[in-house]
């Protein structure tokens, strides 16, 4: 574009990282070529000065000129985000109903955000010296892992940086230094580039069976064109089989792949197999790494450096020069809906950005949320189902323990005891699951009934023995644990109830000689204690398992016999309507851990309602019928997928607050000339006192998506002029997952 000559500069439109809907217009400089949208830029604002994103350029402004500022300095000579990204941050803007500027900004790392150079770190790394070169590897074979080392890097031909050695190898840096010190091997500075990853060997790719041959068909064969594919595969049919199969296939037209995943505890295993089967540069994000860590792999993949990435929900705006396939693992999962600031959903995006960019979209889950599932219906995404498990595996066997007026043992049943005994008797391991941690949920007083009760939410406080201290999950409190009833000063306090620490407690005094492992949040806090624990499960190294809902997805236990569900009537009766369809989610999920390799597997359910429909439904048929009942009934009730729904949600130290500026949204939604269906509340939050604030809410649902967002098309600019908005704090929820 030529800079013109004439009384009017260019203007360039910028969104700016503030909770503002709108854009704002600066003037380009004079003396220098005007740069592209998607470069960021240094411009003054308010009393300092922000990075801002160039959306773009334009010939004129509202605003006069003589009244614009010039920007500062223009951070990027190149763009960061392509055309195609920037498309995809606006329409995300746009459904959410939430300012483009924290939209954007939201996509980079942290120090580009900040304004800072967005170049790849120098990394310390090694290379080859010339008597490296040209020694044979045989003069080191009684030494195995520098031999291996050696020949790594001699069949390289490449210097490689520590991230590269590690990738490939944890357990490098005792060989390197040795080979450093016999002048094989020298230090090296890698400036940029430093993350090729080699594999020393390759696994080869599985014959798989017939569904999953007819899987990895149907969507490698329209790579370069846009199709949504649900693979609805039951847990241990080869999913990820079926992924690495079609990723091979975009590999071998040097297309990108972007692989999300739900949680951070399966990233290092499926990296693992990927790097077991790619010859590829894999690059890792997700929010437990370093800002700089982020930073690299974000680099990398805009600068098409990696082939792969394996990320979280936040990876999904990643700029990538070729991308042509994405994956989404267990798509059923709402860790991929975003619930604080920018509330989106990674998988509804996902199918977005692949037709922005003519690529398929794969969405795999045992499990597949009801949306999908209806979408499957109505043809929106093609379905592959994958009903058998990948080799001899059996499906396993799953059976109710009715508990009523049975004595239990710290949550287990004699039945269930009798069960473990006779797995352990086998040198098979045992995986019990209990949705909640610490070692009871509330302390009450046996002579008074007092209860600790969190002061700033309306929750108990949970019990955690092993610290000794009282936490509230929800506001992060901690105090002491109390010895004495502040209310009566006897000493009758008591735990009722049951957390992970309790049913351990138990099962260390039960089962003394054999290996138990918990796996929750408290037990995980220390970097890598996770991977430890998986690995000396994997190795044979436990007998019983007890976990939360980290243990639920993805892991493949290969000698795990027994799975039991505690406490399922926990997630039978709750007000929420997807409710059902989490549990049923979860306990398949859980009981896809048992029998995954050749020795069947069985899954107690311990219940005190042994004829609910939903459990009666999941052991005579299966989650396909399940799914479809449960359709019926949300379409009977007119509920989503059925309708469409947008929450807003409030806050304020004074509950009369939220309810007031929430009343005067209602007001504004019921105009006349808005189409909205139903128009719920305000009411109270299901928990209303959390963290020292009072929560109400407000529910829209209507019959038609285009109605719905007609509908806050007007309401969101009327919202920003209520005096009441500045007294509150308060959000909209596009597609709630939970409403709390």
């Given at each position: 574009?030529?800079?013109?000559?004439?009384?009017?500069?260019?203007?360039?439109?910028?969104?700016?990282p503030?909770?503002?809907?709108?854009?704002?217009?600066?003037?380009?400089?004079?003396?220098?070529?005007?740069?592209?949208?998607?470069?960021?830029?240094?411009?003054?604002?308010r009393?300092?000065t922000?990075?801002?994103?160039?959306?773009?350029?334009?010939?004129?402004?509202?605003?006069?000129?003589?009244?614009?500022?010039?920007?500062?300095?223009?951070?990027?000579?190149?763009?960061?985000?392509?055309?195609?990204?920037?498309?995809?941050?606006?329409?995300?803007?746009?459904?959410?109903?939430h300012?483009?500027?924290?939209?954007?900004?939201?996509?980079?790392?942290?120090?580009?955000?900040?304004?800072?150079?967005?170049?790849?770190?120098?990394?310390?790394?090694?290379?080859?010296?010339?008597?490296?070169?040209?020694?044979?590897?045989?003069?080191?074979?009684?030494?195995?892992?520098?031999?291996?080392?050696?020949?790594?890097?001699?069949?390289?031909?490449?210097?490689?940086?520590?991230?590269?050695?590690t990738?490939?190898?944890?357990?490098?840096?005792?060989?390197?230094?040795?080979?450093?010190?016999?002048?094989l091997?020298?230090?090296?500075?890698?400036?940029?580039?430093?993350?090729?990853?080699?594999?020393a060997?390759?696994?080869?790719?599985?014959?798989?069976?017939?569904?999953?041959?007819?899987?990895?068909?149907?969507?490698?064969?329209?790579?370069?064109?846009?199709?949504?594919?649900?693979?609805?595969?039951?847990?241990?049919?080869?999913?990820?089989?079926?992924?690495?199969?079609?990723?091979?296939?975009?590999?071998?037209?040097?297309?990108?792949?972007?692989?999300?995943?739900?949680?951070?505890?399966?990233?290092?295993?499926?990296?693992?197999?990927?790097?077991?089967?790619?010859?590829?540069?894999?690059?890792?994000?997700?929010?437990?790494?370093?800002?700089?860590?982020?930073?690299?792999?974000?680099?990398?993949?805009?600068?098409?450096?990696?082939?792969?990435?394996?990320?979280?929900?936040?990876?999904?705006?990643?700029p990538?020069?070729?991308?042509?396939?994405?994956?989404?693992?267990?798509?059923?999962?709402?860790?991929?809906?975003?619930?604080?600031?920018?509330?989106?959903?990674?998988?509804?995006?996902?199918?977005?950005?692949?037709?922005?960019?003519?690529?398929?979209?794969?969405?795999?889950?045992a499990?597949?949320?009801l949306?999908?599932?209806?979408?499957?219906?109505?043809?929106?995404?093609?379905?592959?189902?994958?009903?058998?498990?990948?080799?001899?595996?059996?499906?396993?066997?799953?059976?109710?323990?009715?508990?009523?007026n049975?004595?239990?043992?710290?949550?287990?049943?004699?039945?269930?005891?009798?069960?473990?005994?006779?797995?352990?008797?086998?040198?098979?391991?045992?995986?019990?699951?209990?949705?909640?941690?610490?070692?009871?949920?509330?302390?009450?007083?046996?002579?008074?009934?007092?209860?600790?009760?969190?002061?700033?939410?309306?929750?108990?406080?949970?019990?955690?023995?092993?610290?000794?201290?009282?936490?509230?999950?929800?506001?992060g409190?901690?105090?002491?644990?109390?010895?004495?009833?502040?209310?009566?000063?006897?000493?009758?306090?008591?735990?009722?109830?049951?957390?992970?620490?309790?049913?351990?407690?138990?099962l260390?005094?039960?089962?003394?000689?054999?290996?138990?492992?918990?796996l929750?949040?408290?037990?995980?806090?220390?970097?890598?204690?996770?991977?430890?624990?998986l690995?000396?499960?994997?190795?044979?190294?436990?007998?019983?398992?007890?976990?939360?809902?980290?243990?639920?997805?993805?892991?493949?236990?290969?000698?795990?016999?027994?799975?039991?569900?505690l406490?399922?009537?926990?997630?039978?009766?709750?007000i929420?309507?997807?409710?059902?369809?989490?549990?049923?989610?979860?306990?398949?999920?859980?009981?896809?851990?048992?029998?995954?390799?050749?020795?069947?597997?069985?899954?107690?359910?311990?219940?005190?309602?042994?004829?609910?429909?939903?459990?009666?439904?999941?052991?005579?048929?299966?989650?396909?019928?399940?799914?479809?009942?449960?359709?019926?009934?949300?379409?009977?009730?007119?509920?989503?997928?059925?309708?469409?729904?947008?929450?807003?949600?409030?806050?304020?130290?004074?509950?009369?607050?939220?309810?007031?500026?929430?009343?005067?949204?209602?007001?504004?939604?019921?105009?006349?000339?808005?189409?909205?269906?139903?128009?719920?509340?305000?009411?109270?939050?299901?928990?209303?006192?959390?963290?020292?604030?009072?929560?109400?809410?407000?529910?829209?649902?209507?019959?038609?998506?285009?109605?719905?967002?007609?509908?806050?098309?007007?309401?969101?600019?009327?919202?920003?002029?209520?005096?009441?908005?500045?007294?509150?704090?308060?959000?909209?929820?596009?597609?709630?997952?939970?409403?709390?």
């Amino acid at each position: 574009m030529a800079y013109p000559t004439s009384a009017n500069p260019l203007i360039y439109r910028v969104a700016l990282p503030v909770p503002l809907y709108t854009l704002f217009d600066y003037l380009a400089p004079r003396t220098s070529p005007p740069c592209l949208p998607g470069c960021r830029i240094e411009v003054p604002f308010r009393y300092g000065t922000k990075t801002a994103f160039l959306v773009e350029i334009a010939q004129h402004s509202a605003i006069a000129t003589d009244k614009l500022k010039p920007i500062n300095r223009v951070i990027d000579e190149h763009p960061l985000l392509s055309a195609a990204d920037l498309q995809l941050l606006l329409w995300v803007a746009n459904y959410y109903h939430h300012p483009l500027g924290e939209v954007i900004s939201s996509a980079f790392p942290v120090h580009l955000r900040q304004g800072k150079a967005a170049t790849l770190p120098d990394e310390k790394g090694y290379q080859l010296t010339e008597l490296g070169e040209h020694t044979s590897s045989e003069q080191l074979r009684r030494t195995p892992k520098q031999k291996s080392i050696l020949e790594l890097f001699q069949q390289h031909g490449q210097p490689l940086s520590e991230s590269a050695l590690t990738a490939w190898n944890s357990q490098w840096r005792t060989s390197v230094k040795t080979l450093l010190n016999k002048q094989l091997l020298a230090l090296t500075t890698l400036k940029g580039v430093h993350s090729t990853l080699p594999v020393a060997e390759s696994t080869r790719e599985l014959p798989g069976n017939a569904h999953q041959q007819a899987a990895v068909a149907a969507v490698s064969q329209q790579l370069g064109q846009f199709g949504a594919y649900l693979l609805e595969g039951v847990t241990g049919s080869g999913k990820t089989e079926v992924y690495m199969q079609i990723i091979r296939s975009a590999l071998a037209q040097n297309r990108q792949v972007l692989v999300l995943i739900p949680e951070i505890s399966l990233t290092p295993q499926l990296e693992q197999r990927f790097r077991q089967r790619f010859s590829a540069n894999i690059a890792v994000s997700h929010s437990k790494l370093t800002n700089p860590q982020r930073q690299t792999a974000w680099l990398q993949m805009q600068q098409g450096l990696c082939q792969i990435m394996l990320g979280t929900r936040s990876a999904l705006f990643t700029p990538m020069q070729n991308l042509g396939l994405i994956i989404l693992d267990e798509e059923h999962d709402s860790s991929y809906k975003q619930q604080e600031g920018f509330r989106f959903s990674a998988r509804d995006a996902a199918i977005i950005r692949g037709k922005l960019l003519n690529i398929p979209v794969l969405l795999g889950s045992a499990t597949p949320s009801l949306e999908s599932f209806y979408n499957a219906q109505r043809g929106r995404y093609q379905w592959l189902p994958l009903p058998e498990r990948a080799g001899d595996a059996l499906a396993p066997q799953l059976q109710i323990i009715d508990i009523r007026n049975k004595p239990l043992q710290e949550g287990l049943s004699e039945a269930l005891l009798k069960e473990i005994n006779n797995t352990l008797a086998k040198q098979e391991q045992v995986l019990l699951f209990l949705n909640r941690r610490g070692f009871a949920p509330t302390l009450i007083c046996h002579s008074c009934g007092w209860v600790a009760h969190c002061p700033s939410c309306d929750a108990n406080l949970v019990i955690h023995a092993q610290q000794q201290q009282l936490q509230c999950h929800h506001c992060g409190k901690q105090q002491r644990l109390l010895q004495q009833c502040p209310a009566c000063q006897h000493n009758a306090l008591t735990a009722l109830g049951l957390g992970t620490e309790r049913v351990e407690s138990l099962l260390e005094q039960r089962y003394a000689g054999y290996r138990i492992i918990r796996l929750d949040r408290d037990s995980t806090q220390r970097k890598g204690s996770l991977q430890k624990y998986l690995a000396q499960i994997n190795l044979g190294q436990a007998d019983i398992i007890l976990g939360t809902q980290m243990l639920a997805k993805g892991h493949h236990f290969a000698n795990v016999t027994l799975v039991a569900i505690l406490d399922v009537d926990s997630g039978l009766f709750s007000i929420d309507f997807r409710s059902p369809e989490k549990l049923a989610q979860l306990i398949v999920q859980v009981a896809g851990r048992a029998g995954r390799a050749q020795k069947p597997g069985r899954v107690m359910l311990q219940t005190r309602h042994p004829e609910h429909p939903l459990l009666t439904t999941l052991i005579q048929a299966d989650y396909h019928h399940f799914a479809q009942q449960a359709l019926t009934e949300r379409q009977q009730a007119g509920l989503p997928p059925y309708s469409h729904q947008a929450l807003f949600r409030a806050s304020a130290t004074d509950a009369e607050l939220a309810t007031e500026f929430l009343d005067c949204v209602a007001q504004l939604a019921r105009q006349p000339s808005n189409p909205a269906n139903q128009i719920l509340g305000p009411t109270p939050a299901p928990m209303k006192k959390r963290a020292g604030r009072y929560h109400q809410q407000l529910l829209l649902q209507c019959k038609h998506r285009k109605n719905l967002h007609k509908l806050l098309d007007t309401l969101m600019p009327a919202i920003a002029k209520l005096k009441t908005s500045a007294k509150v704090r308060w959000s909209l929820d596009v597609d709630p997952l939970d409403l709390y």
